[in-house]
């Protein structure tokens, strides 16, 4: 029989699971960086916020009622920020409801947990709530489609953050539908593979670690129509080309995971032959030395598409 505190933590994974699996589906989703955002609260406690300007070329007010320039570029930075702290809300506001686990006996020591504010959630809560107030969101219920629309515009307009953010394509839309349908399906297969091209050429890591993705859900959106992303030759040379960048536990890790494909343990018919190792290893020593010998190295892998400028990695729900 499970113990009653191994079944609470089995319990509270699949709480975090359902959540990141309707994680876009929320209709005022967040991911924000508490740390960064919880430093700027007290300086914003007594200003009130504006909201956000629907249009190009009009403007956003900060909590310090500075004007942010009219340009694609900030309102893109501006609405990327709204987008993932209304998400980080959303996920709090979810993990600190303790109702439904209240006088459930197999679950009160997680119960309990809950209700000390487990997973740090008032902290969370707090931060977003801050961050959404800093950025001038306001209470938008379109947030979502906005910078869905913001990004596309910035991305044309050469901003590099926008295209990665583009290309992972994790949006999502009041209404639930998916925001990549039609003429924006059609779209990202045409300039996607241009917008991949430009941050190679520019020794992007985050375009490398995004390259490295290997299976995708069914809802994972068009992520899986950009050239090559997900075929095993193409994880290799991108995991390799990592490697030659990382440095610590992060190259050991790496090592770890170059090895697996090459020997993997559990399935040896998986392993890659050794003309496709010897072209990724190929590929992946003339790339960095082209393009990424000059650019600072990596300890951690690169994050994607952040919350924004300065906020570090995605945000990611602590360890149980």
């Not at 009160?108 to 969101?137: I, P």
């Not at 926008?162 to 994790?170: D, I, N, V």
């Not at 080309?241 to 990382?246: E, K, P, Q, S």
């Not at 090895?259 to 343990?265: K, L, T, Y």
């Amino acid at each position: 029989m499970i113990a009653r505190s191994t079944r609470a933590v089995i319990f509270a994974g699949l709480v975090v699971a359902a959540l990141f699996a309707t994680y876009l589906s929320l209709r005022t989703p967040v991911e924000t960086d508490a740390t960064a955002v919880a430093a700027s609260e007290s300086a914003s406690n007594d200003r009130k916020a504006e909201p956000i300007p629907s249009a190009v070329g009009e403007t956003a007010a900060t909590s310090s009622n500075a004007v942010i320039p009219s340009s694609s570029s900030a309102e893109f930075q501006t609405l990327r920020l709204c987008a993932h702290a209304s998400r980080e809300l959303a996920i709090a506001k979810h993990l600190s409801d303790c109702k439904p686990y209240e006088g459930v006996p197999h679950f009160q020591e997680f119960y309990a947990q809950c209700l000390n504010g487990w997973m740090n959630v008032s902290n969370r809560k707090v931060a977003a709530e801050a961050a959404l107030k800093d950025a001038g969101c306001g209470e938008m219920t379109d947030v979502e489609s906005r910078y869905f629309e913001a990004t596309k515009r910035a991305a044309t307009a050469g901003d590099a953050d926008a295209q990665m953010c583009y290309l992972q394509g994790s949006f999502g839309t009041p209404s639930g539908a998916p925001p990549f349908a039609g003429a924006d399906a059609e779209e990202y297969q045409r300039v996607a593979p241009q917008y991949v091209d430009d941050a190679l050429r520019r020794g992007d890591w985050r375009i490398v670690q995004l390259m490295t993705k290997r299976s995708f859900n069914p809802d994972a959106g068009p992520i899986a129509q950009i050239p090559d992303i997900g075929k095993p030759e193409t994880v290799y040379k991108m995991t390799k080309l990592l490697r030659l960048g990382a440095s610590g536990n992060y190259a050991r890790r790496l090592d770890r995971q170059l090895s697996g494909m090459i020997q993997p343990d559990l399935n040896p018919e998986a392993a890659l032959p050794m003309d496709v190792v010897r072209k990724g290893d190929t590929w992946a020593q003339q790339t960095f030395n082209e393009t990424f010998s000059g650019v600072a190295g990596l300890t951690e892998p690169p994050a994607v598409c952040g919350p924004g400028r300065g906020q570090g990695e995605d945000f990611e729900l602590p360890k149980l």
